[in-house]
C-alpha cells in the first residue's frame, strides 16, 4: 500500500497563486500514475489534473485548462500542481491520487489517496 502526503495548500486572493505538492512513498520502485481531485463542500470529489506513470503526458478538467499545471520531479516520487490565476469556485480540499496504471485515472471509486489540503480563495 503506498502513501501519499500533500502539502501548499493555504489561503489566497482571487486571481492568486499557489502550488500544491504530493510525494508518494512506499511503492517499491515503480512509478504511478499520479495526480488531482478536490472536493468543494457538499459537492462530489472531482477530477482536476493527471499525469502519466511516465511523466510524459497530462490532461486537465475543462474547468482549470489554461491556469492549472501539473508536473512530475525527476525521480517521479513527488508531483506538482502549480494553480494560477484561481477563482473563488477553485475553494475546495484538494486529494492526491495515486494508481499503478493510467487508464480511468478520473475515476474516484478506486485508488490511493492522500489526506487532503485545503485550498481557499476569497473574493
Known amino acids: 500500500q503506498v502513501q501519499l502526503e500533500e502539502s501548499g495548500g493555504g489561503l489566497v486572493q482571487t486571481g492568486g497563486s499557489l502550488r500544491l505538492s504530493c510525494t508518494i512513498s512506499g511503492h517499491r520502485f515503480r512509478a504511478y500514475a499520479m495526480g488531482w481531485f478536490r472536493q468543494a463542500p457538499g459537492k462530489e470529489r472531482e477530477f482536476v489534473a493527471f499525469?502519466?506513470?511516465?511523466?510524459?503526458?497530462?490532461y486537465y478538467a475543462n474547468s482549470v485548462k489554461g491556469r492549472f499545471t501539473i508536473s512530475r520531479a525527476n525521480t517521479k516520487d513527488t508531483v506538482y500542481l502549480q494553480m494560477n490565476s484561481l477563482k473563488p469556485e477553485d475553494t475546495a480540499v484538494y486529494y492526491c491520487?495515486?494508481?499503478?496504471?493510467?487508464?480511468?485515472?478520473?475515476?474516484?471509486?478506486?485508488?490511493?489517496w492522500g489526506q487532503g489540503t485545503q485550498v481557499t480563495v476569497s473574493s
Open positions: 499525469n502519466s506513470w511516465s511523466g510524459d503526458s497530462s
Open positions: 491520487k495515486a494508481q499503478e496504471y493510467d487508464s480511468d485515472f478520473d475515476r474516484a471509486d478506486f485508488g490511493s
